[in-house]
């Protein structure tokens, strides 16, 4: 299993940026995918899902109404849409799969993840 993000960059505050992430391997689209991300010092933090079966979406409070998470099954991609970027966005993000967790905010319960991409907001 392979998991490939793109879209990081550089913006000003009140920008936008949509992340990307490539899955790649598994044999079908059973699986719970995820957006972290962890600024440095920081732990990694959950910023939404879209759960196993029932495709439930979770945001993090502090992202709610400002970031749209969205999947396409046929392109075997998770977006992450970001709008309305503050300076407390800035951290590197990574997508995350799991085969088994029906859906979790909880980093360790995710087998797969991406590189990371850069997310920097200036003020």
């Known amino acids: 299993v392979q998991l490939v993000e793109s879209g990081g960059g550089e913006v000003q505050t009140g920008g936008s940026l949509r992340l990307s992430c490539v899955v790649s391997?598994?044999?079908?689209?059973?699986?719970?995918v995820a957006w972290f991300r962890q600024a440095p010092g920081s732990e990694r933090e959950g910023v939404s899902y879209i759960g196993r079966r029932f495709g439930t979406i979770w945001y993090v409070a502090s992202v709610r109404g400002r970031f749209t998470i969205s999947r396409d099954n046929a392109k075997k991609t998770l977006y992450l849409q970001m709008n309305d970027l503050k300076p407390e966005d800035t951290a590197v993000y990574y997508c995350?799969?799991?085969?088994?967790?029906?859906?979790?905010?909880?980093?360790?319960?995710?087998?797969?993840w991406g590189q990371g991409t850069q997310v920097t907001v200036s003020a």
């Open positions: 995350a799969a799991d085969r088994w967790a029906l859906g979790s905010e909880i980093a360790s319960d995710y087998d797969y």
């Open positions: 391997g598994f044999p079908d689209d059973d699986y719970v």
